[in-house]
């Protein structure tokens, strides 16, 4: 990771050591678990450095996928019979869908697996530290749209709101952040990232 001269290297360095510290801890969830499992998926969290602070890179899932249509989620998908482990899966995927390339992707460690609400899916999340200099392209055959979020931003209770879902309209928490709504599983992946930094960014 190239981190800058200016404010927050050493606050940058910190945090990427925490979440190395952390999550190189937990034990990734086997591939077996979720090889057979049409609900089974595996996906990344890529985080960069730019202008003196980490963001966490997210997409918009496209409108004409199967499942989770135009929601925001992480890089990933399911396993291929290719895929050695979940982490070979969320690497693939974030070449496939945002064009990472996995030799360069510092691979911090696993989340413990989580499971979507509304559909069952149990995904296995990985966090990596990608270059700053990453030409990231939506695949548009699953991506609508790529966006990043400043690690302050995710933080500040200003963008902290509510997503309205289903036909009872059920409330659900949110990050509302530049026209983008980070909900359900992604917004936990993303709480849980923030619960290993502590309060402040």
């Not at 135009?70 to 995927?93: S, Y």
């Not at 413990?112 to 995904?123: D, F, Q, Y």
């Not at 790529?146 to 879902?165: N, Q, S, T």
Request: with cysteine; aromatic share 6%.
């Amino acid at each position: 990771m190239s981190l800058p001269t200016a404010a927050q290297p050493g606050r940058n360095r910190r945090h990427v050591e925490r979440l190395r510290q952390v999550l190189s801890k937990e034990v990734p969830v086997p591939r077996e678990k979720l090889a057979n499992n049409a609900k089974g998926a595996a996906v990344l969290v890529p985080i960069f450095e730019r202008d003196g602070e980490l963001h966490v890179v997210y997409i918009r899932r496209a409108d004409h996928v199967s499942s989770h249509r135009g929601q925001v989620a992480f890089p990933g998908g399911r396993v291929d019979p290719t895929d050695a482990t979940l982490l070979d899966t969320a690497l693939r995927e974030a070449q496939e869908e945002v064009a990472i390339d996995p030799l360069t992707v510092d691979v911090l460690g696993a989340f413990p697996e989580m499971s979507t609400l509304t559909s069952g899916i149990i995904v296995a999340p990985f966090a990596g530290v990608i270059p700053a200099t990453t030409a990231l392209r939506p695949c548009p055959k699953e991506v609508a749209e790529i966006f990043e979020v400043p690690l302050g931003a995710l933080h500040d209770p200003r963008y902290r709101g509510h997503y309205e879902w289903g036909g009872n309209r059920s409330k659900f928490p949110a990050i509302l952040y530049g026209g983008q709504t980070i909900w359900g599983l992604t917004l936990r992946i993303t709480e849980s990232l923030l619960a290993i930094l502590g309060s402040s960014p």
